[in-house]
C-alpha cells in the first residue's frame, strides 16, 4: 500500500531547511563521533588544530620564537560557540607543561623538574607576557574569523 503523504507539510519542512532551519535537522559528523574535549562539556562545535594546520603551525612558530625553541605544543582547541581556545604544551622535552586559556586571568605552569635557574625563570617570565598577547589576539579570532566560519 503506497502511503500519502501532506504535500503542504513536506513544503514547509524544505522550506524550512532552505532558510537555515537544517542545523537541527541534519546529523552531522560532529555529533556523531563522541566528544574528545577534557574540558567537561559536550562540544559538538570545537575546533582541534593538529600539527601541519596553518593556525597550528602559526602558534608553534611563535611561541618557538618568541619564548624559547623549545616549547611545543601537545593540545590545541578552540570553542567558536563558547568563545574559548586553549594551548597545552611542554617546554625542555617535557621537563614542564603549561596550560593557556582564553577564558583564565593566568597561564598555568606545572615546572616539572625544570628546577628554577635564571634561564629558566626567563623563559616562564617570556611565557607570561606572550600568554598576554595571546589572549588579546584569540579574543579578536574567535569573535571574527572562527565565528564567521560557524555562520
Avoid at 562545535?45 to 600539527?51: F, G, H, L, R, V
Amino acid at each position: 500500500m503506497k502511503e500519502n503523504i501532506n504535500e503542504h507539510d513536506m513544503t514547509k519542512k524544505m522550506m524550512e531547511v532552505i532558510r537555515g532551519g537544517y542545523r537541527s535537522k541534519l546529523i552531522t559528523e560532529a555529533e556523531e563521533q563522541p566528544s574528545e574535549d577534557n574540558t567537561g562539556g559536550d562540544q559538538k562545535d570545537t575546533i582541534s588544530p593538529k600539527e601541519g594546520d596553518a593556525v597550528f603551525n602559526d602558534e608553534y612558530k611563535k611561541l618557538s620564537e618568541i619564548v624559547d625553541p623549545s616549547v611545543g605544543i601537545t593540545n590545541f582547541k578552540i570553542y567558536p560557540v563558547d568563545k574559548n581556545a586553549f594551548i597545552e604544551g611542554n617546554i625542555m622535552n617535557n621537563r614542564a607543561q603549561f596550560k593557556m586559556e582564553l577564558n583564565k586571568d593566568e597561564v598555568k605552569v606545572d615546572t616539572g623538574t625544570i628546577g628554577l635557574n635564571d634561564d629558566n625563570n626567563e623563559i616562564l617570565k617570556k611565557l607570561q607576557g606572550y600568554f598576554k598577547n595571546w589572549k588579546n589576539e584569540w579574543a579578536k579570532k574567535i569573535n571574527t574569523e572562527f565565528n564567521q566560519k560557524q555562520n
